[in-house]
């Protein structure tokens, strides 16, 4: 139940699963082995903890916030693939 909400929350699919073989997209997601993450519900998880996470966000320059994005996509990976 816990990996599902998880899953559904941040989008995550296997790479196999995405649609169009073309990597047509491929900058939308960060790509972790074989799962991939929709890069924008990261990003939407962010604004969701309240306005100082936030704008500790918004003030990264672009390199910063793909780290945060990788970062945060990487840990929500390693509670799926623990549990």
Do not use: R
Request: charged share 25%; with cysteine.
């Amino acid at each position: 139940m816990l990996i599902g909400t998880i899953m559904t929350m941040f989008n995550i699919e296997m790479i196999e699963e995405l649609k169009g073989g073309d990597n047509k997209g491929a900058c939308d997601y960060a790509n972790f082995e074989q799962w991939c993450i929709n890069v924008d519900s990261i990003v939407a998880h962010i604004e969701d903890h309240g306005s100082f996470p936030w704008q500790c966000y918004e003030k990264l320059d672009v390199a910063d916030q793909e780290l945060v994005i990788k970062e945060v996509g990487m840990f929500v990976m390693e509670l799926v693939t623990s549990l």
